[in-house]
Protein backbone atom coordinates (compact mmCIF):
# COMPACT_ATOMS: atom_id res chain seq x y z
CA UNK A 1 0.00 0.00 0.00
CA UNK A 2 1.34 3.22 -0.73
CA UNK A 3 0.54 7.04 -0.18
CA UNK A 4 0.92 9.63 -2.45
CA UNK A 5 0.35 13.75 -1.55
CA UNK A 6 -1.58 15.05 -4.55
CA UNK A 7 -2.44 18.56 -2.88
CA UNK A 8 0.12 20.29 -0.02
CA UNK A 9 -1.30 23.39 1.70
CA UNK A 10 -0.77 25.71 -0.25
CA UNK A 11 -2.28 24.00 -3.22
CA UNK A 12 -5.31 23.63 -0.94
CA UNK A 13 -5.08 27.27 0.12
CA UNK A 14 -4.40 28.32 -3.72
CA UNK A 15 -7.64 26.16 -4.66
CA UNK A 16 -10.09 27.70 -2.04
CA UNK A 17 -8.92 31.14 -3.11
CA UNK A 18 -9.61 29.86 -6.78
CA UNK A 19 -13.51 28.34 -5.78
CA UNK A 20 -14.65 31.16 -3.97
CA UNK A 21 -13.74 33.87 -6.93
CA UNK A 22 -15.43 31.32 -9.05
CA UNK A 23 -18.49 31.89 -6.82
CA UNK A 24 -18.33 35.35 -6.26
CA UNK A 25 -18.47 35.26 -10.85
CA UNK A 26 -21.27 32.67 -11.21
CA UNK A 27 -23.24 34.49 -8.98
CA UNK A 28 -22.35 37.97 -10.18
CA UNK A 29 -21.60 39.31 -6.29
CA UNK A 30 -22.00 38.43 -2.83
CA UNK A 31 -25.57 39.00 -2.78
CA UNK A 32 -28.09 36.09 -1.72
CA UNK A 33 -24.86 33.96 -1.31
CA UNK A 34 -25.21 31.31 1.42
CA UNK A 35 -22.30 28.48 1.73
CA UNK A 36 -23.63 25.14 3.41
CA UNK A 37 -20.64 22.40 4.23
CA UNK A 38 -21.94 19.07 4.45
CA UNK A 39 -20.28 17.20 7.63
CA UNK A 40 -17.70 16.78 8.45
CA UNK A 41 -15.14 18.38 6.75
CA UNK A 42 -17.54 20.12 4.54
CA UNK A 43 -18.03 22.45 7.27
CA UNK A 44 -14.84 23.06 7.31
CA UNK A 45 -14.38 24.15 4.06
CA UNK A 46 -17.23 25.93 4.11
CA UNK A 47 -16.10 28.07 6.82
CA UNK A 48 -12.77 28.84 4.80
CA UNK A 49 -14.53 29.55 1.46
CA UNK A 50 -17.15 31.88 3.39
CA UNK A 51 -14.26 34.04 5.05
CA UNK A 52 -12.95 34.06 1.52
CA UNK A 53 -16.29 35.45 0.00
CA UNK A 54 -16.77 37.24 2.36
CA UNK A 55 -13.19 39.01 1.76
CA UNK A 56 -13.17 39.20 -1.97
CA UNK A 57 -17.04 40.38 -2.08
CA UNK A 58 -16.97 42.77 0.52
CA UNK A 59 -19.95 41.98 2.32
CA UNK A 60 -20.31 38.93 4.85
CA UNK A 61 -21.61 35.85 3.56
CA UNK A 62 -23.56 33.52 5.65
CA UNK A 63 -22.20 30.02 6.35
CA UNK A 64 -23.50 27.37 8.08
CA UNK A 65 -23.86 23.08 7.81
CA UNK A 66 -26.02 20.54 6.23
CA UNK A 67 -26.25 16.90 7.28
CA UNK A 68 -27.37 14.85 5.27
CA UNK A 69 -27.16 11.36 7.34
CA UNK A 70 -31.03 10.95 7.38
CA UNK A 71 -31.55 10.87 4.46
CA UNK A 72 -28.75 8.93 2.88
CA UNK A 73 -30.47 5.61 0.51
CA UNK A 74 -27.40 3.64 2.06
CA UNK A 75 -27.97 3.43 5.60
CA UNK A 76 -28.60 -0.18 6.06
CA UNK A 77 -25.65 -1.09 4.32
CA UNK A 78 -23.46 0.36 6.96
CA UNK A 79 -23.54 1.10 10.51
CA UNK A 80 -25.61 3.45 12.32
CA UNK A 81 -23.99 6.57 11.86
CA UNK A 82 -24.57 9.32 14.24
CA UNK A 83 -25.98 12.00 12.87
CA UNK A 84 -24.35 15.75 12.78
CA UNK A 85 -25.90 19.12 13.58
CA UNK A 86 -27.29 21.15 11.00
CA UNK A 87 -26.99 24.63 11.33
CA UNK A 88 -28.80 26.65 8.95
CA UNK A 89 -27.92 30.84 9.09
CA UNK A 90 -30.81 33.11 10.45
CA UNK A 91 -31.75 34.92 7.27
CA UNK A 92 -32.53 31.00 6.17
CA UNK A 93 -32.03 29.80 2.41
CA UNK A 94 -35.30 30.88 0.78
CA UNK A 95 -35.09 32.44 -2.33
CA UNK A 96 -31.44 32.35 -2.00
CA UNK A 97 -28.38 30.90 -4.09
CA UNK A 98 -27.10 27.70 -1.60
CA UNK A 99 -23.35 26.56 -2.34
CA UNK A 100 -23.17 23.30 -1.15
CA UNK A 101 -19.46 22.51 -0.14
CA UNK A 102 -18.26 18.93 0.05
CA UNK A 103 -13.73 17.95 0.60
CA UNK A 104 -14.45 14.67 -2.01
CA UNK A 105 -17.13 14.09 -5.11
CA UNK A 106 -17.44 10.55 -5.60
CA UNK A 107 -20.35 8.33 -5.84
CA UNK A 108 -22.72 11.65 -6.04
CA UNK A 109 -25.10 9.96 -3.26
CA UNK A 110 -24.20 12.40 -0.30
CA UNK A 111 -24.95 15.70 -3.03
CA UNK A 112 -28.63 13.49 -4.00
CA UNK A 113 -29.42 13.22 -0.10
CA UNK A 114 -28.31 17.11 0.81
CA UNK A 115 -30.74 17.76 -2.20
CA UNK A 116 -33.23 16.48 -0.34
CA UNK A 117 -32.52 17.64 2.80
CA UNK A 118 -32.28 20.91 1.38
CA UNK A 119 -36.16 20.83 0.10
CA UNK A 120 -37.06 19.72 3.95
CA UNK A 121 -35.50 22.75 5.16
CA UNK A 122 -36.53 25.65 2.39
CA UNK A 123 -36.73 26.59 -1.39
CA UNK A 124 -33.28 28.25 -2.80
CA UNK A 125 -33.51 30.07 -6.06
CA UNK A 126 -29.99 28.25 -7.00
CA UNK A 127 -27.98 25.35 -5.60
CA UNK A 128 -24.23 25.29 -6.58
CA UNK A 129 -21.74 22.57 -5.72
CA UNK A 130 -18.29 23.19 -4.87
CA UNK A 131 -15.52 20.61 -3.77
CA UNK A 132 -12.21 19.92 -3.14
CA UNK A 133 -11.61 17.02 -4.84
CA UNK A 134 -13.57 15.72 -7.89
CA UNK A 135 -12.14 11.58 -7.75
CA UNK A 136 -14.82 10.60 -10.43
CA UNK A 137 -16.65 7.55 -10.46
CA UNK A 138 -20.31 8.94 -10.49
CA UNK A 139 -23.41 6.57 -9.79
CA UNK A 140 -25.74 9.46 -10.34
CA UNK A 141 -26.43 12.67 -13.31
CA UNK A 142 -24.70 14.95 -10.54
CA UNK A 143 -21.63 17.67 -11.27
CA UNK A 144 -19.30 20.02 -9.62
CA UNK A 145 -19.88 23.66 -10.31
CA UNK A 146 -16.30 24.57 -8.63
CA UNK A 147 -13.60 22.01 -8.20
CA UNK A 148 -10.24 22.15 -6.47
CA UNK A 149 -8.91 19.31 -8.46
CA UNK A 150 -9.93 17.14 -10.44
CA UNK A 151 -8.59 13.78 -9.45
CA UNK A 152 -8.41 10.51 -11.61
CA UNK A 153 -8.55 7.60 -9.21
CA UNK A 154 -9.63 3.95 -9.05
CA UNK A 155 -12.24 2.72 -7.60
CA UNK A 156 -9.96 0.41 -5.07
CA UNK A 157 -8.04 4.09 -4.19
CA UNK A 158 -8.76 5.78 -0.97
CA UNK A 159 -8.97 9.50 -0.64
CA UNK A 160 -7.82 11.01 2.32
CA UNK A 161 -8.46 14.86 2.94
CA UNK A 162 -6.59 15.97 6.02
CA UNK A 163 -7.64 19.89 7.52
CA UNK A 164 -5.62 21.44 9.98
CA UNK A 165 -8.67 22.02 12.44
CA UNK A 166 -9.60 18.51 12.36
CA UNK A 167 -6.87 16.55 11.68
CA UNK A 168 -4.12 18.65 12.53
CA UNK A 169 -2.13 18.66 9.50
CA UNK A 170 -3.21 19.87 5.72
CA UNK A 171 -3.03 17.49 2.88
CA UNK A 172 -4.91 15.69 0.34
CA UNK A 173 -3.41 12.25 -0.16
CA UNK A 174 -4.07 9.12 -2.13
CA UNK A 175 -3.95 5.37 -0.78
CA UNK A 176 -3.68 2.49 -3.62
CA UNK B 1 -28.30 -1.06 19.34
CA UNK B 2 -30.33 -4.35 19.01
CA UNK B 3 -32.95 -3.57 21.78
CA UNK B 4 -33.80 -0.78 24.53
CA UNK B 5 -35.10 -3.15 26.97
CA UNK B 6 -33.88 -1.09 30.11
CA UNK B 7 -31.63 1.78 31.27
CA UNK B 8 -29.73 -0.30 34.35
CA UNK B 9 -27.68 -2.47 31.70
CA UNK B 10 -27.74 0.77 29.35
CA UNK B 11 -24.56 1.96 29.15
CA UNK B 12 -23.15 5.91 29.76
CA UNK B 13 -22.00 5.63 26.54
CA UNK B 14 -25.01 4.60 24.36
CA UNK B 15 -27.19 6.57 26.73
CA UNK B 16 -25.30 9.67 25.79
CA UNK B 17 -25.59 8.67 22.42
CA UNK B 18 -28.95 8.84 22.35
CA UNK B 19 -29.68 11.51 23.74
CA UNK B 20 -27.10 13.38 21.40
CA UNK B 21 -29.22 11.80 18.50
CA UNK B 22 -32.47 12.89 19.92
CA UNK B 23 -30.70 16.59 19.55
CA UNK B 24 -30.32 16.29 15.70
CA UNK B 25 -34.01 14.88 15.67
CA UNK B 26 -34.93 17.84 17.96
CA UNK B 27 -33.82 20.21 15.12
CA UNK B 28 -35.58 18.61 12.45
CA UNK B 29 -38.84 19.43 14.04
CA UNK B 30 -38.54 22.65 13.82
CA UNK B 31 -38.22 22.57 9.76
CA UNK B 32 -40.95 23.43 7.48
CA UNK B 33 -41.27 19.66 6.34
CA UNK B 34 -41.18 17.95 9.63
CA UNK B 35 -41.16 13.94 8.35
CA UNK B 36 -37.65 12.63 7.30
CA UNK B 37 -37.30 9.55 4.62
CA UNK B 38 -34.53 7.71 7.22
CA UNK B 39 -36.84 4.64 8.33
CA UNK B 40 -38.73 4.54 4.66
CA UNK B 41 -40.06 1.07 4.23
CA UNK B 42 -39.35 -0.19 7.72
CA UNK B 43 -42.44 -1.44 9.85
CA UNK B 44 -42.94 -0.59 13.58
CA UNK B 45 -45.82 -2.41 15.56
CA UNK B 46 -47.06 -0.84 18.47
CA UNK B 47 -47.93 -3.81 20.74
CA UNK B 48 -50.08 -2.34 23.58
CA UNK B 49 -51.14 -4.93 25.96
CA UNK B 50 -51.52 -2.39 28.93
CA UNK B 51 -53.78 0.94 28.16
CA UNK B 52 -51.52 4.06 27.59
CA UNK B 53 -52.33 7.21 25.02
CA UNK B 54 -49.18 9.55 25.10
CA UNK B 55 -46.35 7.03 25.03
CA UNK B 56 -48.16 5.01 21.92
CA UNK B 57 -48.83 8.14 20.28
CA UNK B 58 -45.47 9.53 20.46
CA UNK B 59 -44.03 6.29 19.40
CA UNK B 60 -46.29 6.60 16.51
CA UNK B 61 -45.11 10.03 16.08
CA UNK B 62 -41.49 9.11 16.29
CA UNK B 63 -42.11 6.41 13.84
CA UNK B 64 -44.15 8.51 11.26
CA UNK B 65 -41.49 11.75 11.61
CA UNK B 66 -39.02 9.03 10.36
CA UNK B 67 -41.17 7.40 7.95
CA UNK B 68 -41.85 4.44 9.16
CA UNK B 69 -45.21 2.39 8.06
CA UNK B 70 -46.79 1.95 11.86
CA UNK B 71 -48.98 -0.55 13.08
CA UNK B 72 -51.13 -0.36 16.34
CA UNK B 73 -51.97 -3.39 18.20
CA UNK B 74 -53.48 -3.14 21.30
CA UNK B 75 -54.53 -5.86 23.77
CA UNK B 76 -58.51 -4.55 23.64
CA UNK B 77 -60.46 -6.31 21.07
CA UNK B 78 -57.57 -8.26 20.03
CA UNK B 79 -56.80 -12.17 19.90
CA UNK B 80 -55.22 -11.61 23.32
CA UNK B 81 -58.12 -10.86 24.60
CA UNK B 82 -59.30 -14.32 23.27
CA UNK B 83 -56.75 -16.02 24.96
CA UNK B 84 -53.68 -16.31 22.45
CA UNK B 85 -50.07 -16.33 24.04
CA UNK B 86 -47.39 -14.05 23.62
CA UNK B 87 -45.42 -16.29 21.55
CA UNK B 88 -48.23 -16.56 19.39
CA UNK B 89 -48.77 -12.87 18.94
CA UNK B 90 -44.85 -12.67 18.18
CA UNK B 91 -44.65 -14.67 15.56
CA UNK B 92 -47.63 -13.02 13.88
CA UNK B 93 -45.24 -9.93 13.68
CA UNK B 94 -43.04 -11.94 12.49
CA UNK B 95 -44.74 -12.90 9.98
CA UNK B 96 -45.63 -9.99 8.94
CA UNK B 97 -42.68 -8.39 8.83
CA UNK B 98 -41.98 -6.17 11.73
CA UNK B 99 -38.79 -4.62 11.93
CA UNK B 100 -39.53 -3.14 15.70
CA UNK B 101 -41.93 -3.77 18.28
CA UNK B 102 -42.84 -1.54 20.34
CA UNK B 103 -44.03 -3.65 23.96
CA UNK B 104 -45.72 -2.05 26.81
CA UNK B 105 -46.85 -4.97 29.29
CA UNK B 106 -48.21 -5.48 32.40
CA UNK B 107 -45.50 -8.57 33.43
CA UNK B 108 -42.14 -7.27 34.17
CA UNK B 109 -39.16 -8.97 31.81
CA UNK B 110 -42.04 -9.02 28.67
CA UNK B 111 -39.76 -7.29 26.47
CA UNK B 112 -36.77 -9.41 27.27
CA UNK B 113 -38.81 -12.39 26.79
CA UNK B 114 -40.14 -11.49 23.68
CA UNK B 115 -36.52 -10.16 22.86
CA UNK B 116 -34.42 -13.17 23.61
CA UNK B 117 -36.99 -15.84 22.64
CA UNK B 118 -36.04 -16.18 19.23
CA UNK B 119 -39.27 -15.99 18.33
CA UNK B 120 -38.90 -12.47 16.20
CA UNK B 121 -35.90 -10.77 14.77
CA UNK B 122 -37.07 -7.24 15.35
CA UNK B 123 -35.55 -5.08 17.46
CA UNK B 124 -37.93 -4.47 20.55
CA UNK B 125 -38.21 -1.32 22.90
CA UNK B 126 -39.66 -1.87 26.07
CA UNK B 127 -42.46 0.59 26.38
CA UNK B 128 -43.15 -0.01 29.94
CA UNK B 129 -43.21 -3.41 31.50
CA UNK B 130 -44.95 -4.25 34.98
CA UNK B 131 -43.49 -2.41 38.06
CA UNK B 132 -40.19 -3.12 36.10
CA UNK B 133 -38.80 -0.15 33.57
CA UNK B 134 -40.09 2.82 30.90
CA UNK B 135 -36.80 3.30 29.69
CA UNK B 136 -37.89 5.69 26.76
CA UNK B 137 -39.08 7.93 29.60
CA UNK B 138 -36.31 8.46 32.08
CA UNK B 139 -34.37 9.20 28.89
CA UNK B 140 -36.72 12.09 27.72
CA UNK B 141 -36.60 12.68 31.28
CA UNK B 142 -32.88 12.77 31.52
CA UNK B 143 -32.57 15.20 28.03
CA UNK B 144 -35.08 17.27 29.75
CA UNK B 145 -33.04 18.15 32.41
CA UNK B 146 -29.87 18.33 30.29
CA UNK B 147 -31.69 20.63 28.13
CA UNK B 148 -33.11 23.04 30.91
CA UNK B 149 -29.01 23.05 32.20
CA UNK B 150 -26.96 23.36 28.97
CA UNK B 151 -29.41 24.76 26.49
CA UNK B 152 -27.81 24.52 22.70
CA UNK B 153 -24.31 23.25 24.43
CA UNK B 154 -26.07 19.71 25.27
CA UNK B 155 -24.40 17.66 23.40
CA UNK B 156 -22.00 14.79 24.69
CA UNK B 157 -22.57 15.92 28.26
CA UNK B 158 -24.26 14.21 31.22
CA UNK B 159 -25.54 14.92 33.96
CA UNK B 160 -23.01 15.03 36.39
CA UNK B 161 -23.77 17.30 39.65
CA UNK B 162 -27.69 17.24 38.90
CA UNK B 163 -29.54 16.94 42.02
CA UNK B 164 -32.89 15.12 41.35
CA UNK B 165 -35.63 14.15 43.95
CA UNK B 166 -38.33 11.72 43.00
CA UNK B 167 -41.21 11.90 44.96
CA UNK B 168 -44.13 9.54 45.47
CA UNK B 169 -45.35 5.84 44.67
CA UNK B 170 -41.94 4.69 44.29
CA UNK B 171 -42.80 1.22 44.75
CA UNK B 172 -45.26 0.93 41.76
CA UNK B 173 -42.84 3.30 39.51
CA UNK B 174 -41.24 1.51 36.86
CA UNK B 175 -40.50 5.37 35.42
CA UNK B 176 -38.52 5.90 39.12
CA UNK B 177 -36.66 3.05 38.68
CA UNK B 178 -35.57 3.41 34.80
CA UNK B 179 -34.58 7.21 36.17
CA UNK B 180 -32.55 5.99 38.98
CA UNK B 181 -30.46 4.19 36.90
CA UNK B 182 -30.43 6.12 33.87
CA UNK B 183 -29.41 9.17 36.18
CA UNK B 184 -26.98 7.44 38.05
CA UNK B 185 -25.12 6.40 34.88
CA UNK B 186 -25.22 10.00 33.64
CA UNK B 187 -23.57 10.81 36.89
CA UNK B 188 -26.63 12.97 39.02
CA UNK B 189 -27.42 12.37 42.74
CA UNK B 190 -30.79 10.97 43.17
CA UNK B 191 -33.15 10.73 46.07
CA UNK B 192 -36.58 9.53 46.37
CA UNK B 193 -39.08 10.76 48.67
CA UNK B 194 -42.01 8.91 49.21
CA UNK B 195 -44.61 7.48 52.22
CA UNK B 196 -42.07 4.43 54.11
CA UNK B 197 -45.32 2.22 52.37
CA UNK B 198 -44.60 3.34 49.01
CA UNK B 199 -40.61 2.65 49.36
CA UNK B 200 -39.48 -0.35 47.95
CA UNK B 201 -38.02 -3.53 49.97
CA UNK B 202 -35.04 -3.77 48.21
CA UNK B 203 -34.04 -0.28 47.78
CA UNK B 204 -30.83 -0.12 49.89
CA UNK B 205 -29.19 -1.98 46.86
CA UNK B 206 -30.12 0.94 44.82
CA UNK B 207 -27.11 4.51 44.12
CA UNK B 208 -30.03 6.58 45.99
CA UNK B 209 -30.76 8.43 49.04
CA UNK B 210 -34.21 7.53 50.82
CA UNK B 211 -36.19 10.08 52.46
CA UNK B 212 -39.53 10.42 54.02
CA UNK B 213 -40.14 14.32 54.39
CA UNK B 214 -40.57 16.52 51.35
CA UNK B 215 -40.69 19.93 53.19
CA UNK B 216 -36.63 18.70 54.19
CA UNK B 217 -35.95 17.56 50.59
CA UNK B 218 -37.19 20.85 49.01
CA UNK B 219 -35.08 22.55 51.89
CA UNK B 220 -31.98 20.89 50.66
CA UNK B 221 -32.28 22.81 46.72
CA UNK B 222 -32.54 19.98 44.18
CA UNK B 223 -32.37 21.20 40.79
CA UNK B 224 -35.37 18.55 39.82
CA UNK B 225 -38.33 17.84 41.59
CA UNK B 226 -39.72 14.50 39.68
CA UNK B 227 -43.61 14.17 41.49
CA UNK B 228 -44.92 10.53 40.03
CA UNK B 229 -48.71 9.80 39.61
CA UNK B 230 -50.14 8.95 42.52
CA UNK B 231 -52.40 5.35 40.97
CA UNK B 232 -55.77 5.99 42.12
CA UNK B 233 -56.55 2.37 41.42
CA UNK B 234 -54.23 1.70 44.16
CA UNK B 235 -55.72 3.59 46.69
CA UNK B 236 -57.64 1.22 48.20
CA UNK B 237 -54.75 -1.06 49.21
CA UNK B 238 -54.26 1.39 52.10
CA UNK B 239 -50.81 2.49 51.54
CA UNK B 240 -51.43 5.67 53.30
CA UNK B 241 -54.68 6.89 54.91
CA UNK B 242 -56.73 9.53 52.27
CA UNK B 243 -56.29 11.47 49.70
CA UNK B 244 -55.97 14.78 51.17
CA UNK B 245 -53.15 13.04 53.59
CA UNK B 246 -51.00 12.36 51.04
CA UNK B 247 -51.95 15.90 49.13
CA UNK B 248 -50.94 17.53 52.34
CA UNK B 249 -47.64 15.69 53.24
CA UNK B 250 -46.28 14.90 49.65
CA UNK B 251 -48.22 16.63 47.20
CA UNK B 252 -46.34 19.55 45.34
CA UNK B 253 -48.54 22.60 46.76
CA UNK B 254 -47.74 26.30 46.12
CA UNK B 255 -46.30 26.95 49.07
CA UNK B 256 -43.54 23.63 48.44
CA UNK B 257 -43.14 25.11 44.92
CA UNK B 258 -41.89 28.85 46.42
CA UNK B 259 -39.53 27.27 48.87
CA UNK B 260 -38.08 25.46 45.92
CA UNK B 261 -34.52 27.43 44.42
CA UNK B 262 -35.10 30.08 41.84
CA UNK B 263 -33.88 27.67 38.87
CA UNK B 264 -35.02 24.52 39.89
CA UNK B 265 -37.65 22.36 37.82
CA UNK B 266 -40.97 20.52 38.70
CA UNK B 267 -41.16 17.58 36.20
CA UNK B 268 -43.85 15.11 36.15
CA UNK B 269 -44.26 11.85 33.79
CA UNK B 270 -47.75 12.37 32.85
CA UNK B 271 -50.95 11.98 33.74
CA UNK B 272 -51.04 14.14 36.27
CA UNK B 273 -53.32 14.08 38.87
CA UNK B 274 -54.32 18.09 39.74
CA UNK B 275 -54.35 18.62 43.41
CA UNK B 276 -53.20 15.11 44.93
CA UNK B 277 -49.57 14.53 44.08
CA UNK B 278 -49.13 18.45 41.96
CA UNK B 279 -51.21 21.50 42.50
CA UNK B 280 -52.44 23.28 39.14
CA UNK B 281 -50.11 26.35 40.37
CA UNK B 282 -46.99 23.88 40.52
CA UNK B 283 -48.13 21.85 36.96
CA UNK B 284 -49.12 25.59 35.23
CA UNK B 285 -45.75 27.61 36.53
CA UNK B 286 -42.87 28.75 34.45
CA UNK B 287 -40.87 25.80 36.32
CA UNK B 288 -42.98 22.73 35.17
CA UNK B 289 -41.25 20.70 32.18
CA UNK B 290 -44.03 18.55 31.70
CA UNK B 291 -45.10 19.88 27.59
CA UNK B 292 -41.42 20.33 27.28
CA UNK B 293 -41.43 16.26 28.24
CA UNK B 294 -44.44 15.62 25.89
CA UNK B 295 -42.41 17.32 23.03
CA UNK B 296 -38.70 15.53 24.05
CA UNK B 297 -40.68 11.94 24.17
CA UNK B 298 -41.37 12.03 20.20
CA UNK B 299 -37.68 13.25 19.41
CA UNK B 300 -35.87 10.85 22.21
CA UNK B 301 -38.27 8.18 20.37
CA UNK B 302 -37.30 8.87 17.25
CA UNK B 303 -33.57 8.97 18.35
CA UNK B 304 -34.09 5.03 19.76
CA UNK B 305 -36.06 3.74 16.63
CA UNK B 306 -33.32 5.42 14.40
CA UNK B 307 -30.36 3.68 16.24
CA UNK B 308 -32.32 0.65 16.19
CA UNK B 309 -33.53 0.36 13.10
CA UNK B 310 -30.93 2.72 10.69
CA UNK B 311 -27.92 0.85 10.30
CA UNK B 312 -27.26 -2.78 8.94
CA UNK B 313 -27.57 -5.51 10.67
CA UNK B 314 -24.99 -8.40 11.09
CA UNK B 315 -25.99 -12.09 10.32
CA UNK B 316 -27.38 -12.24 14.06
CA UNK B 317 -29.76 -8.82 13.55
CA UNK B 318 -27.14 -7.22 15.26
CA UNK B 319 -27.25 -3.52 14.68
CA UNK B 320 -23.70 -2.40 14.18
Known amino acids: MSTRTVLHEADIARALTRISHEILESNRGPEDLVVLGIPTRGVTLAERIGVLVSEFGGMPVPTGSLDVTMYRDD??????????????????????????????????????AALDALQDIGRPAVVRLATLVDRGHRDLPIRPDFVGKNLPSSHEERVNVHLAEIDGDEAVTIES | MRHLLDTKTL????????????????????????????????????????????????????????????????????????????QDTAQTLQAMGADAVVIRHGASGAPRTLATSGWITAGVVNAGDGTHEHPTQALLDAFTMRKRRHGDDSRGRDLAGT?????????????????????????AEVTLVAPPTLVPQDVSA????????????????????????????????????????????????????????????????GPMN??????????????????????????????????????ERDHEGETR
Request: aromatic letters at 6%; charged letters at 25%.
Open chain 1, 75 to 112: LHRHPTRAPQPTQIPPGGIDGKTVVLVDDVLFSGRTIR
Open chain 2, 274 to 311: RGLEISAEAADSARSTVLDQVANGVSVRMAALYLLLAG
Open chain 2, 11 to 86: SREDAIRILDVAEDMAETQQREVKKLPTLRGKTVVNLFFEDSTRTRISFEAAAKRLSADVINFSAKGSSISKGESL
Open chain 2, 206 to 269: WPVRVGYDLDAAIADGPDVLMMLRIQLERMNAAYFPTEREYSRTWGLDPMRMDALPADSIVMHP
Open chain 2, 163 to 187: RVTIVGDILHSRVARSNVWLLHSLG
